[in-house]
């Protein structure tokens, strides 16, 4: 009665009404002689998706913390080396992880607002003749700062060395949003999860493998059974699974793969962009503020990251927008606690969405005392939407073929 | 995946995720034993939200429309005298329908921007010394033009002139969003609809009726089967229906009428009227545009009607917010077509939903050519939100009582 | 946790899951631009279930009793002779309405348990020179008595007398799952209901209206407004309505279309005739149980209505099932009540819902002390059923057209 | 159109209505200061479920295959010895898992039919004086054969030899429907699904953890990210989670919790005995197929597993069902495959719809060529329903609380 909450943080994403209706069906028989049918064409689909044509895709009931260590218990041996940065929360998380499950991490600490940093990997590559690196790590999108990485230039840095390294790319925020090319940038990891550009709900972890990490598995001697690609391939070839899988999301994902490869991910990355770029508009409005991101060509299409003013802490815009707005906004994390909030502007949204949001933000920000002036943002956001934005083709109507 | 539609007409309005779940179930056996367990509440509540304590109440399955034609064809009979007035489309139907069936109406015409002319109505009804009107017509909220009329001085007039005729009452864009009081005021016959201040899907039609309307019922005699207030009674006083009720609105109208009666009618008025003035601040801002509603006494609380600047033809407001902006606006209707647009404000709605709807309009009407100040109604409004909202309170944790 | 409910009423039928999620949808705007591309195609459809290419389909937000009075004050006129037959709770009904509406009523009482007396009928007709009969009422499945009337052999008797009589049917628990061809049997004003063969909840009148029907629509006088043709034509025509349509339930009987005609109206038909043959075999098995309807002329493929044996109180055989095996019998209506029990057996069922059906009655008709043979009425269900079930097509994988 | 599909595999079960209403929501802020409020009493009430007052409970979003790896990952050693027995394929396929993991297996091997072998392990504990087993491993209700240990039998056995092994308890498809005591058998690490009991959909495993577990794991030392205690426990003992927790199934859990709780425990106990005795009744009329339980200690309150006549292969039994009676049964797996199905007899059932499964098992039967007679086995089980089943309850009428 109080109308809707809005959710504008960088995932769970808002679902769509046609992934909500494909998801709440009764269960069905996982086992059923038809049910391949159903499995076969989605693992067909995610690799379009994912811009792969060779390799394969797994579907773990997991999220994406649990894909990160899929891929590297199935691919790397304890002791391997690994070349991996931290310029943000999620990819610090990566480092955590690979440094638990045993590897040896040659970590690279970025400023926060920066991303993944090419030109020192390069170096690096390089100067590992005898490639003691077994894996690079990038994390694509840090959804701490809404950071986006170029993991085309990191590819050429590998080809550039000739390093037969892994490169393993945390696209958790990215796939399904904005350009990821897997097999043209020779990714041979790819994380996604469900919650994100997908639009489901969280509960699906996503690993596309390349056919090198296939052939590295082949050689990898980490323990691991649940997240073992050799029982999933058994499984996956016949359409099945190894263990009970989590039919209600892959009701949903099915829909979600009509709906990003119906539109084709090209329009898809176009409108992510147009949004973000609006939102950013609105930004550069408000007095005092400033993206993480330091500069343009770190901006993320996914989410951005926004300082607040010195004397003003995020945590009480969040709680106001929170609270009084009944919005959600993104909290700044670890060493941007209480000096930045998060806008999340991926999945499903649309330009009225985010004059919504846009105005939550404002009011918060002026409830917490900042001196921004009211409208200003979802003024220039809405120029640039009136400017940017063509009409949405009604849906066809819902009538029987001929 | 382009984001949720954006609904502000005035009906049927945004049914909150509760009552969407509410409805949601298989089909019930309508003549069950512990049937009557449901439906006897449900009326009983009904009357609470009329502030009711006499008199009856019935739900049939129809539209507004059909609540109308209950109403007159249960009370009054053929060649009646009735005093109504026409200051609207919705008003004007009505008319039309009293003298579709017969009635002998006697019209005052109005200002499409005014309501119901107590004083006209006054001298009237002190001139009928013989009591020759049988019924007086209000429509308390036009949806057309946004203009609330004055129940409570209707009233007064009426008891000022000692007259006995029937007041009815057109509730339909005003019951359970703004104040009303049928008993306090005197209401005979008042008529609601499902898909308003209910938040229900349209397919309901509501009917208050008096212990005065339930007596002239046993003097009416316009045949009638269907919308007879004697089938019901028989049925209803037994919990029952005598024929096949919509019981899934009906599961609907459980989950509303606990909505409601939770937060306590006051508190929705007040909240309806908060969200309206913010609108009436925006709309103040926008250069050349003005509310159709000829001054404060007849601002409507649920829905506002927005004349566009003379160059600007609504209807292009109107299509380009739908196309572009996923927004739908009302439209003009009858003599407003094209010279005015209408946003709905009642319902399940808050600030943020209604910054949105407001940046449609603005984007509408300055893609339309207006010279309206990008962001300057959303800055307004946005102001007047940040004063008049309280924080929501926390739903409580869906934990098991001790 | 106790598990479904199960519902072997005639009407409410049981909702499939596809229309379930397709009414389960946020509110929309009944006067957008594309609306009517929405609602001409189920106008359309509509006919092609009736088997209609002439004449016109109207959808009231009402339920079948008011569509029946639709019927009647659109073409009939004050004083009008009617023929009409009484045979069970429904045909009583519709006497007494058009009793109520002013039609001179001519009534042939027939015993419950047989159907339109067409002979009679014919006789009648054929004795009316004059043509002062105007309409001839035929109610095609009675649903209190499980009894399915003869309309084409009706048809063949008005045109033997060439009597020019329009042809009512009422055809709430027929059409949609039994045969029925408006156009090839002359029906004029045919009457359904959404909750039967559409299987979708209560809360739509279906319509299908002849052109001599319209026709004489243009002469008849009786007041009307809410079920007004006019109005509907007028907006129908550019597929809109004249008040606010119920779209939830629009949307659901799009996908209830789709249904019924992707199958095919005979197979559906036949569906139904082999579901209710194999019922029919399990209550041959019953030792004291018989059908109420008077022989295999009269059986009807939706609904069995089952006289208990003497010593057995029907009621008490539906309270039990209802609250010891959750199932919902129809019960004796009237003249039956306490001496008969209903099942239906129409809409979305299959042969395994009904040998549950057919055991909750078998434990419930134990229970209440009828000496049958536990299981013996199913086991003839099953035989009937192994023999007349072809495998259910696998529905086609979600999957994406190539 | 074609009725419900009929789920009788032993999981994924039947989603009740309540349970698919509360998980078809937007998605939700899994931050939020609120959300604490949400998680702590779910984590309480599932101890209550598990009957555990010590100890913890653990979330992940997995399936029961990966609960059981985090119950080993978390307390054990690699090289740590274990006991173990196979006497199905779940039972089969957990001591693999612990093979490949890197444990000493030493595995008692048991026909299937028979379960944990209590007496040959009480032998083994006895003999181990010097305390090389660190952990004892037990499948509760081994699912493919439909047979239920006596874990507290084995507790007996543990504490008769006065051993300190941990005890490991396969409770998948026995927690939430047949009786288990945590604490009072003294298990120390309990894993469940949230696809049988629970009534969910699959996507959660969940983890009852001892104290004396929680002991051992700070000893643990494999390499662990994902299923680490340590992550959950930090986060957890806010109310939060250390990666997007699966909030649409944390929502169904909720009000799985609310009715298993509300219900009691024993009540539910007691619902799955007298529903699979009924079952148990009917196979016994089955010429010619027998439980593979052998003997009533063993037998399943979840679980039939039915061998077929040995003429009869089980697999057509299976299709059969599917794909001509819409209704999944389970089927034979490893060295039961063509020999026997499975009827899964938990979760969300009643009387009505196991006569339905039933039926469906008597056709597939016969269309195999199966001599068993038609309705006899539905017979047996109306018969022991109707001497077992107390009248449901009604549910208390929607009506608000005065």
């Given at each position: ?138 994390t694509h999108n840090e959804t701490a700062t809404g ?54 709900p969280a509960g699906l972890g996503i690993l596309g ?194």
């Open positions: 009665m109080n109308g809707i909450r809005h959710l504008f943080i960088p995932g769970p994403t808002n679902v769509p009404e046609e992934i909500r209706r494909a998801m709440n069906i009764p269960m069905e028989d996982m086992r059923a002689p038809d049910f391949a049918d159903f499995v076969l064409p989605i693992l067909a689909d995610l690799k379009e998706v994912l811009r792969l044509t060779h390799g394969r895709v797994f579907v773990y009931p997991t999220s994406g913390t649990g894909a990160w260590e899929a891929a590297i218990t199935n691919t790397l041996n304890t002791g391997d080396r690994v070349l991996m940065s931290r310029f943000g929360q999620f990819s610090t998380l990566w480092v955590d992880m690979a440094t638990r499950l045993g590897l040896d991490v040659e970590v690279v600490d970025v400023d926060w607002g920066q991303g993944v940093p090419v030109a020192d990997y390069a170096a690096r590559l390089e100067a590992d003749k005898k490639h003691r690196i077994k894996a690079v790590f990038a950071v986006t990485s170029n993991i085309a230039a990191l590819r050429a840095a590998l080809d550039a060395a000739n390093h037969p390294a892994l490169l393993f790319v945390d696209g958790v925020s990215s796939i399904g949003a904005i350009e990821f090319e897997m097999q043209d940038w020779g990714v041979d990891l790819a994380v996604a999860g469900s919650q994100k550009g997908f639009m489901l493998v390349s056919d090198k990490a296939l052939a590295a598995h082949e050689r990898a001697t980490m323990p691991r059974c649940y997240f073992s690609f050799d029982d999933m391939i058994r499984f996956n070839d016949t359409g099945y699974f190894p263990y009970t899988p989590a039919t209600q999301l892959l009701r949903g994902l099915r829909c979600s793969l009509d709906m990003l490869l119906d539109a084709g991910m090209e329009r898809v990355w176009d409108r992510h962009h147009r949004l973000a770029s609006g939102v950013r508009a609105a930004i550069a409005e408000w007095r005092g503020c400033s993206l993480v991101a330091q500069g343009p060509q770190w901006h993320s299409d996914t989410v951005s990251a926004i300082r607040t003013p010195a004397d003003i802490d995020a945590r009480e815009v969040i709680a106001t927008a929170y609270s009084k707005y009944q919005t959600s906004l993104g909290s700044g994390l670890a060493q941007l606690a209480g000096r930045a909030f998060r806008i999340g502007h991926l999945g499903s949204l649309n330009p009225v969405m985010l004059c919504g949001a846009l105005s939550a933000a404002e009011m918060a920000l002026r409830d917490a005392g900042a001196a921004i002036v009211p409208g200003a943002g979802v003024a220039a956001a809405q120029e640039h939407f009136r400017a940017t934005t063509a009409p949405v083709q009604s849906r066809p109507a819902a009538a029987r073929a001929a």
